[in-house]
């Protein structure tokens, strides 16, 4: 991929495809219309899919169309979400049938309890999940398909989860973390709490966490009644504690882009833990938000010193083992909060403003259509930026204006979903 650097990413640039975008554009008309995508994406080893918002119903329904594609035709090894670890686990647990699976995707995502539940407690969660399970019934063990979280947050059930693990698996090293993990009581549960007491000078648990993921790594044999996929959760929920203590701290004592580039390290890291516990030439599926997936440095986040998963991947893996898919829209309606914890709405998403991706893209007169970047696309003279749509968990629709993250959009994606208008995440009720 020809890389162009020479700029700063601004709003108000113009921007224009090799090609005429209507004679690229591919319409959404059901599966046989991602042939194209799939054969794209079919032998990297990533396909990231992204999300111009966590509450739209078609981004998570096309989604699920393009991952089951990837892992029935062509053998992807997980899914990984912008989710957390330890809760999300059970899902996971679920879909491969382990002991003490529930007994349905729907019961596992209605006790998620840490805000904003609505992401994966929904009914298209749920039916790609049991796809997931009955595909994974005629598998063996060693074949199964994962699901997992990948987040740094439910830090607090994190710990809980090891030290329960240990207690049962090793009285010694029970009393071992469980020493390391006190200088946590005073705080309880309430990580905020813990990072503004350490940034007034208490002392900070960065090394107890670290001792904790050390030991475990190091100590493997004395863990040997575990099965393999139990020893990783009990590994990836320690470090899960120890990055999540560091994301915290970060974000009360630092300014700009370092508490961000934690949690991206973290995620990213966890997707090559994945990659490297379903062994060699596994594949796996990443679902979040277009900001995390998308490339940072053709976006406005490499001004600011923000990293992201996309851009970390194509980093380590190459540029030719990677697939990056954003989601995005010109209007519609959306589930989100008005406040962090605040109540899940349905609300109205605007017209997209005139100097973005998601205006031009309207002009197209399809409905929904997908277009794949190429060499052509990617020639230096049709770099410019224009805003690329972002709607987070919290959202006010009368500041969408401020929802558009400049972005070189050819060099950002592999591939972007188009839709004119998208419906609202289809909650699960309790």
Known sequence: MKRFLGFLLLFGNLFSLAQNIEQKAIPLEGDASLDRLISAAAHKELVLLGEASHGTHEYYLWRD?????????????????EGDFASLYHLNRYVKNLDGAASSAQEVLLRLERWPTWMWANEEVVALAEWLRNYNDKLPHDKKVGFYGMDVYDEWNS????????????QAAYTYVKNQYECFVPHKGDSWNYAYAVRAGKEDCAAATKNVVEYIRSNRTDFSELSDDTYFYLLQNAIVVHNAEEFYRESVASKGHVSWNSRAHHMHGTVNDLLNLYGENSKGIVWAHNTHIGDAEYSSMRNSGEKNIGQLSRKELGDDNVFLIGFTTYKGKVMAGSSWGAPMKKMTIPPAIRN????KLNQIGLESFYLIFDENDRKEENLKAMGNRAVGVVYNPRRDERQFVPTIVPLRYDALFFFKKTTALRVLKR
Do not use: M, W
């Open 65 to 81: 169309k393009i991952s089951r594609r990837l892992i029935a035709e062509h053998g992807f090894s997980f899914i990984a979400v």
């Open 159 to 170: 710990k809980k989860v090891v030290l329960d693990l240990l207690k049962t698996a090793n």
């Open 356 to 359: 973005s991706i998601e205006y």
